[in-house]
């Protein structure tokens, strides 16, 4: 229709995990531990260690931002762009799909995704990671073979969704 809109946004900001507290807490002590070498060595060791200590911080500052994330689901005309925002500064595309290649997109859990459980297939998870919240699952045709995405859509992106393909969009 004329004049109607096919675009909508969600934003998702991702929970940290132990895991990243652990990368965290391990670059530190890296960091730590180079600058104490660097710090009671001597001589062209010393130089080295100074060297070093500085390639690991310009790492480090390097992966920092990643810890902070937020997921965007952008739907425009039946394609979804995945999008992560790092840091709220750092945009990075994950993954477009289209509705028309989609087999199904259906809440966790949903008897709908029954027939797609003998595939095993290794999810690309776009959530928040927190407890409790509505974790939906597509399953659509990737350009090597099927493929299972997470993500955690609000009621307004799945109605544009719904409104695309009734047929395949569970709510």
Request: hydrophobic share 45%; glycine share 8%; proline share 3%.
């Amino acid at each position: 229709m004329v004049g109607e809109s096919n675009y909508t946004e969600c934003m998702v900001k991702r929970k940290g995990s132990t895991a990243d507290s652990v990368k965290k807490g391990l670059m530190l002590f890296f960091i730590a531990a180079v600058a104490i070498f660097a710090l009671v060595t001597t001589g062209l060791v010393q130089i080295l260690g100074f060297v070093l200590l500085v390639v690991t911080f310009v790492l480090v500052a390097n992966q920092w931002p990643k810890f902070k994330a937020e997921y965007e689901y952008i739907f425009v005309d039946g394609q979804i762009d995945f999008d992560v925002v790092y840091s709220g500064s750092t945009r990075k595309h994950l993954k477009r799909i289209d509705l028309e290649k989609t087999d199904v997109v259906a809440p966790v859990g949903d008897a709908a995704l029954d027939g797609y459980k003998h595939l095993e297939l290794k999810a690309a998870d776009y959530t928040s990671r927190e407890e409790g919240k509505k974790v939906y699952a597509i399953f659509t045709k990737g350009e090597k073979g099927p493929e299972k995405i997470l993500f955690e859509p609000d009621e307004n992106f799945l109605q544009f969704m719904k409104k695309k393909s009734p047929r395949k969009v569970i709510l």
